[in-house]
């Protein structure tokens, strides 16, 4: 009976979610983190719970979460609305939900990627609008409009991409130190 009370609530629920795209169920689902979690944790006679249509749609939404993670081919803008929640909250949800212990996400190396994507854009803006502001630079708004459209178009970067990005922004960088080191200043 209470399972069977349950499983209309699920249906319910189902029919009344609105979900356009898959970032917002993920969000949906962690913003009720709790819920699915009493959910999916009931005991007892919950076969027919377990195996209903809405149940299962979560959990693969949460597995499949939990893969773009591990594989870092998730979006910036969903790795930033992620990061909200605290690690224990993240932690919880995932163990709770996929029933997984191994190759457990570290959110802590997560949240420095995501710090070092967010502080390169903001270096690099503050670069082009600091010392690009000459008269002689004349695409300069160019490349501040790039930065723009880049953060305001992170749901279609993957953390992927970034980590690429960040390398050969490293290695720019030592190429910039050598090319530099080498040139011979000149007497005032």
């Avoid at 609105?18 to 969000?27: R, V």
């Avoid at 027919?48 to 081919?73: F, G, P, W």
């Avoid at 854009?121 to 160019?142: A, H, M, R, W």
Wanted: glycine share 2%; hydrophobic share 40%.
């Amino acid at each position: 009976m209470c399972e069977g009370i349950i499983c209309h609530i699920m249906f319910l629920l189902q029919s009344q979610l609105p979900i356009s795209s898959p970032s917002e169920q993920h969000l949906s689902i962690l913003k009720s983190n709790q819920f699915w979690i009493t959910i999916l944790s009931a005991t007892g006679s919950v076969a027919a719970l377990h195996s209903n249509s809405y149940v299962q749609r979560i959990k693969s939404s949460v597995a499949e979460l939990d893969r773009m993670l591990l594989e870092n081919t998730i979006d910036m803008q969903l790795l930033q609305q992620i990061l909200e929640y605290s690690d224990e909250v993240l932690i919880q949800h995932f163990k709770a939900i996929i029933k997984k212990d191994s190759e457990i996400i570290t959110f802590e190396s997560l949240r420095k990627l995501y710090n070092k994507y967010k502080n390169k854009i903001d270096q690099l803006s503050e670069f082009y609008k600091g010392f690009c502001s000459y008269p002689q630079v004349t695409d300069v708004n160019d490349f501040i409009h790039d930065i723009q459209k880049l953060v305001q178009n992170s749901n279609k970067v993957t953390l992927n991409q970034v980590l690429l990005d960040l390398i050969n922004l490293k290695l720019f960088e030592i190429f910039l130190r050598l090319f530099f080191s080498n040139i011979p200043m000149r007497q005032m």
